[in-house]
């Protein structure tokens, strides 16, 4: 049989991680101990660990971007997710847990960009698990003190008088960004709406843009 | 780390590994079994120094941190960690074969 030796890539279209086809690491060694350990004693189930996983890829910006489109479109919703961002995204049947949600209204005067320089805190129930980029130790550390420059590496480019707010995540206080409208998007429904809307521009490091 | 000088931000996305998405779920089911929290699993991060983010992966930092968590708060031993680990080890060569 012929075989191709092309860089294998992921069904997304992403390169494997290189330490996937490597022998069996020292650490997931210890993933499988932890895990089997966890199971054995009680603790936890080899259902509820396949359940979680299951729950974790289902999450997609795309339930951002509900949200962000709602809040374009019906006022007192986006006054509502200003409010309380966490019982907005309750209310419209996302589970976000027990963590503290702000959102942040992009303007024409102020932009907005969330972090977090501790670890990775992230609005994951909205937004899935965070990009590599986002988890990188360049973002973490640049972006609190040279934010033009970082958003000026995504492409971003701001005018002087455009106030840049940089908003540091924590363990139980997440941001998700509500970008500002692009103007040639007015009167579009809600479902339109949210295919504007990226995922960097819920994290404030990208704007929305019309569907390709 | 907020603030150090550090080089470009690399875009390169990945694909998250079987075994990753699993310590993250180890992550959220231990902390629903309320052994642990993302506190206790950040003061094992940060404990690690700066030289573990240079040697080790993100999930490779949290599952030694989780790891950590569960014997301090006793749900297993060192001792049942390190012999299930050899019996691990002796399964096979890949992950699929171990796991």
């Known amino acids: 049989m012929p075989h191709d030796h092309h860089e294998p890539l992921s069904p997304s279209g992403h390169p494997y991680r290189a330490d996937d086809d490597k022998d069996l690491s020292y650490w997931q060694v210890m993933e499988i101990a932890v895990r089997e350990l966890l199971i054995e004693k009680g603790h936890i189930s080899a259902t509820q660990i396949q359940d979680q996983i299951n729950t974790m890829d289902a999450r997609s910006p795309a339930n951002g971007a509900r949200l962000v489109a709602k809040a374009w479109t019906d006022p007192a919703f986006k006054y509502a997710l200003i409010e309380d961002a966490g019982q907005a995204s309750r209310n419209m049947g996302f589970d976000i847990g027990p963590m503290h949600l702000i959102a942040l209204e992009n303007t024409e005067k102020v932009h907005n960009v969330i972090v977090c320089t501790l670890c990775s805190c992230y609005p994951r129930n909205l937004l899935g698990l965070p990009p590599d980029w986002y988890k990188s ?32 995540s924590t363990a139980d206080m997440r941001y998700i960004v509500i970008p500002y409208q692009p103007a040639e998007s007015e009167g579009l429904s809600e479902a339109e709406l949210a295919k504007w809307i990226t995922r960097d521009s819920m994290i404030g490091v990208g704007l929305p843009r019309a569907p390709a | 780390m907020g603030g150090d000088p550090a080089g470009k931000i690399d875009h390169e996305q990945h694909d998250f590994a079987l075994w990753e ?32 983010y240079e040697k080790m992966s993100y999930y490779e930092r949290w599952i030694s941190s ?16 390190a012999t299930k680990m050899e019996i691990i080890k002796s399964r096979g060569a890949t992950y699929g074969d171990a796991s």
């Open chain 2, 66 to 81: 989780i790891c950590q968590n569960m014997i301090e708060v006793g749900a297993f031993s060192t001792e049942e960690l």
């Open chain 1, 137 to 168: 130790r360049a973002y973490r550390s640049r972006a609190v003190v040279e934010p033009r420059k970082v958003l000026s590496e995504f492409g971003l480019e701001f005018n002087q008088k455009i106030q840049i707010r940089v908003h540091d």
């Open chain 2, 21 to 52: 998405k699993r310590v993250d779920a180890l992550l959220v089911l231990s902390s629903s079994a309320g052994l642990m929290n993302t506190d206790s699993l950040r003061r094992v991060l940060e404990d690690m120094g700066e030289e573990a």
